[in-house]
């Protein structure tokens, strides 16, 4: 049977929900499920793992996420445990696992992944506008895009949890300081009813003028995709997405937004989402109630004179 | 600082992509690339520590169509040094390309080493991140903020919800970065062809490479689309009734 690494994650005190959605994930396969959490006075965390057994490293290193101490633990355990698949999350965190932890413990990584089997895993890749499935022989490392499983199969009574000595964790050359919560903005996208958000799509700052009047026509807040931060047209506190928010207001209406993994993560749980996109093939058509290929230029003006 | 700053081209997602008769691959021969997005972030997050704290910037990309041109826009940008990996061309894994970087890097004194965060090829991982353990040094990914603070760095990584954390970082490092302070400066095409006459392009070669992603493409195919969206017809009038319809509805 085989033995399958979960690789727990943890952020300020909270398990991540990647955590649970990839143990529901192992536990489908049909292996040994083995929950891998490092901590410090963290133990209790594993509480509600549906796994098959929980291996915790406790130290003060551990405490809070530090690439290089984790890299150096998890590559040790699997080193002394060998596990035929394993999962981690293709999250800030994991991705600071995944691809070092190929290279030292020699096995195969395939990223983005949205779905598992035995020998075989897909990817979405190319701002989720193509899958791509890889085959692979023998054991190997999967990391796992958010969103991609059900949270709650992955929830359970616990386990028997193990401990494992911390490997030497002198000498790291990456300290960590401090953990810095996000200032609050002036309005709160998760507590609006309808979001007006805004993509790429909007091609300039002096356009966005055009979504604000219809937020403003429905009360809407205006919210944004990550390249509209990295331009800094709206500030990062609008931000949907992976590095931004989650939200799940009434109504979602996305203008100009393709619909990458790392944005779909952040709202695909809204009631109702319409997406206004001229490309049809578009990613965002997939999980959106309605949707149409009409220029945002002229179907929001129009839009906003209608409400 | 000595910032080392890796560029790759990727597919531009802005025109249609087609599977190739393999398919299991792109159909690469139309297709148009430019440089990973987040590249850019890199080198003008690198830009911008050299402005503030000094030091020297390289940029460095492996061989291929139109990297020539890729690498003398770094270098009207700012970058001091620009240099082509050769031996090394064509559509390789993410590790194959990481031991070719870090090949090339070796020698080259690196304090820090900027790569984009991600690119949309990552099959087989994050290129940064695969560069550090075989260059055998520590990475952070996921950068929103560098300062240089000595011998070391002051680096910030981000979460989601908003949520940074704060590292200090001895050199050297590889950064995935995800954003810089700045947008990326623009740079007009005189001054690349101004660059392309005064810069001398180095080459150095991607030596062994022989490693591999331990896996191969069984299979690419497109998501199915619309799958979930009803398609409102009509002109951009009827669409936007309908639409006004659909969302009184719903508040």
Known sequence: MSKIFVIAEHLNGEVEDITY???????????????????????????????????????????????????????????????????????????????????DCNMPLIAYASDVSEGSVTSQLYGGKMSVESAVEGDF??????????????????????????????????????????????????????????????QNEDNMEVVQVLADKLGAALSCSRPIVDSKWLPKTRQVGKSGLKVKPKVYIAVGISGAPEHIEGMKDADCIIAINTDANAPIFDYADYGTTEDLFDVVPALTEKL | MNIIVPIKQVPDLVEELEIDSSGKDLDREWLKFKVNEFDDHALEEALLLKEDSGGTVTAIALDGDDIDKALYAAAAKGADKVVKVTGIEGNVSNHEAAKAFANAIQGMGADLVFTGVQSVEDRDGQLGVLLAHYMNVPHISVVTGVAVNGDSVNVTKEYGGGMVAEFEAATPIVLGIQAARETPRYVPVAKVRRAMRSTDLEEVSAGDVSVSAGSSVSRMFKPESGGGAEMLSGSAEDVAGKLADIIKGKI
């Open chain 1, 21 to 103: 959605e990839m143990l529901g994930k192992a536990k489908s396969l049909g292996g040994d499920v083995i929950a891998v959490l490092l901590g410090s006075g963290a133990k209790d965390m594993a509480s509600d793992f549906a796994a098959d057994k929980v291996l915790y490293v406790d130290s003060p290193e551990l405490a809070n996420f530090n690439p290089e101490a984790y890299c150096k633990t998890i590559v040790s355990l699997v080193g002394s445990h060998t596990p035929n698949i394993v999962l981690v999350g293709n999250t800030s965190q994991g991705m600071d696992i995944a691809a070092g932890l190929s290279i």
């Open chain 1, 141 to 202: 490392i999967a990391s796992v895009l958010a969103g991609s499983f059900p949270v709650d199969a992955g929830k359970g009574s616990g386990a028997a949890v193990e401990e494992v000595a911390a490997p030497d964790l002198s000498g790291l050359k990456i300290k960590f300081k401090q953990l810095i919560e996000p200032e609050g903005g002036d309005v709160d996208i998760t507590a609006t009813d309808v979001l007006v958000s805004v993509g790429r799509g909007i």
